[in-house]
């Protein structure tokens, strides 16, 4: 997924993510590997972080390998994966879950009589 544009949201991707130069996204991104050439302000768990010249990241980022080339900008905390070991949100979200409805209120008819 290439962003060039403006996003704000979350963004679960087993792919890669690149935020373009003129990229700016808001939100928070789960993917095995993030590249930032231009803005992201939020929370990331990714196996890799690139932010390249000119990219910038505001927020936390937890990441097993995380590279910031020079005249790249990162302000916030980074965590290291547990056990350098990187699980992707996108692994829970493709398997079966079961989803509960709850039942809609009963209704109960009434008459009402006319005097």
């Given amino acids: ?3 060039d544009g403006s996003l704000e949201g979350n963004i679960v991707a087993k792919s890669n993510v690149t935020i373009g130069k003129s990229g700016s996204v808001s939100g ?3 993917t095995n590997h993030l590249v930032v050439s231009g803005k992201f302000t939020g929370n990331c768990n990714c196996h890799t972080v690139e ?3 000119q990219g910038r990241i505001d ?5 097993r390998e995380l590279v910031i080339e020079k005249s790249g900008e990162f302000i916030g905390k980074s965590t290291v994966h547990k056990d350098n070991v990187y699980n992707g949100s996108y692994d829970s979200v493709n398997k079966a879950s079961k989803v509960v409805i709850p039942e ?3 209704v109960e008819k009434v008459n009402i009589g006319t005097k």
């Fill in 1 to 3: 997924m290439h962003i």
């Fill in 104 to 106: 809609p209120p009963k």
């Fill in 51 to 53: 932010i390249l010249p």
């Fill in 59 to 63: 927020g936390e980022i937890a990441a």
């Fill in 28 to 30: 928070m991104i789960d």
